[in-house]
């Protein structure tokens, strides 16, 4: 396995599984949904296992439904387990949202109220997930799309206090700040010089496209685009106050070509690698 | 707001039957941005549907398998996350369409679809050797017929009494042309994974006879027990040709025929 540090990764498609399996770039990753390879066994089990073995490999799950009033499904999580331990992935990850309530699975990350009683909630979700992967996982910052009344914690402290309680890491998706403050009518900036930098593992960037009903009003989370210019921007400032942290480039709809994202994921690795470019000028 | 009753509202609103007379949740409706929510989840359900069906997305074009595979992810929503092994029932429920009837092998067609994930997901398992058989009948002769082989993990296996659902299939997954004639006949179909882990689901044509031989081996029945049911239903069936295609296809898993043969004791 090699051994440099990790910088810049890649969301893993099966159309580039076989340019993946040959890439030799230093500190690259590759970042994959577990549920996608929650099987008993096959080909996509061994695909995984064969880019194991060559490249440091996370887990980016997207359907523990942390903030679903009910535990995680225990045979999800024990799938989930059984996948880290085979894998032994460099990182988990899950988002702050829920997508299974009343016994139907929805394939979203939908919102709810940050109340106390939800942190609590959601502090033992997390609390029971690391107990079965014996491990900590980091949790996703969600896009935002709706006004929301009844929020009783800001965000960036209902994370950190997650972090608190449950010893969780964080990762950070900057397209999602973008996305949520241009929804909401917020400011990014503030959110950010908000985030609780020091618990962040991880740093998503992603692209996003404007509603075709409401255009730039309502900007869509689609992962089907390059990384926009205003989040590469956040993402440096990101980078200048809190250091470098490993980074994965986003894209699941219209894919390029692997040589078209592995020069996106070039921009960050270059970022990573010269935190003194970084800084603010005097 | 409490966190149960707001997942209830929020649940049922996604699915388009918010509970009246919420204040809270007409608020969320009235914003643009509910249509976002209102979308993504049908969306991926749908994609999920033709992902896993694609031969009958091809038979019935896809206005009309978005109408199906809406009214069946309303009727059975996932219960996890795992969208690749998603659309369980969707045969059945193909079978239930009325609008459907003029198709009514495309159940059938869709079972072969459903086959072909749930070996795809299957577990691994060492195939039974081709040579297993004819070692074990050196050894000893009776032996053989008391046999019992284990259905590897990954094999499927289907009969069709009335429709070519397999030829259909076949030209779906082969690219070949789908409106091609037919021979208006009931077949078979075996799909396995012969070649380990990392190999990819194969399928053979496979007589009534072979389908009924898996069913009864699958049950626990000794292999000559499920020779003669096989016989029985298909009685001109080439059975050693049909077995020695199930070995050669790796139908069967790696439970030594040592181990089921009758206990020597006296």
Known sequence: MPTAPLTAGLGLKPEHFDGALACTAPGLWWEVHPENYLADGGPRLAWLEAIRACHPVALHGVSLSLASDAPPDARHLARLAALAARIDPVLVSEHLAWSAWGGAWHPDLLPFPRTTESLQRIADNIGRTQDALRRPIAIENPSHYLHLDGHDWAETDFLAELVRRTGCLLLLDVNNVFVSARNLGTDARAYLDAFPLHAVAEIHLAGHHPDPVHGEALLIDSHDAPVDEAVWALYADVLARGGPRPTLIERDGNLPALSTLLDERARAHGLLSSPQALQPCA | ?266
């Open chain 2, 1 to 266: 707001m409490r966190l149960s009753p707001f997942l209830d509202g929020f649940a049922a609103a996604v699915r388009g039957a918010p509970p009246p007379g919420a204040a809270w949740l007409a608020s969320l409706l009235a914003q643009p941005g509910f249509a976002v929510y209102r979308n993504t989840g049908p969306l991926g359900l749908r994609e999920a549907l033709r992902a896993n069906y694609p031969t009958v997305l091809q038979l019935v074009g896809q206005p009309c398998f978005d109408t199906l595979a809406d009214a069946f992810a309303t009727a059975s929503p996932p219960g996890d996350g795992r969208l690749m092994a998603y659309g369980e029932g969707f045969a059945a429920h193909l079978q239930e369409q009325p609008a459907l009837q003029d198709m009514p092998y495309l159940g059938a067609v869709a079972q072969l679809d459903r086959a072909w994930t749930e070996c795809h997901l299957a577990a691994d398992a060492p195939c039974l050797p081709h040579d297993a058989l004819t070692t074990l009948t050196a050894l000893d002769g009776a032996g053989l017929a008391q046999a019992r082989l284990r259905p590897h993990p990954a094999a499927r296996w289907l009969w069709s009494p009335q429709h070519p659902a397999f030829t259909l299939w076949q030209r779906h997954r082969e690219g070949l042309p789908i409106d091609a004639p037919l021979d208006w006949h009931g077949e078979g179909a075996l799909l396995a994974r012969p070649d380990g882990a990392l190999g990819a689901v194969r399928w053979w044509p496979l007589p009534h006879a072979g389908c009924v031989l898996l069913d009864h081996c699958a049950a626990g029945a000794p292999l000559g027990a499920a020779a003669e049911a096989a016989l029985a239903a298909d009685p001109i069936a080439p059975l050693p040709a049909t077995v020695d295609l199930l070995l050669r296809a790796g139908a069967f898993s790696t439970t030594p025929p040592e181990a089921c043969r009758p206990c020597p004791c006296p």
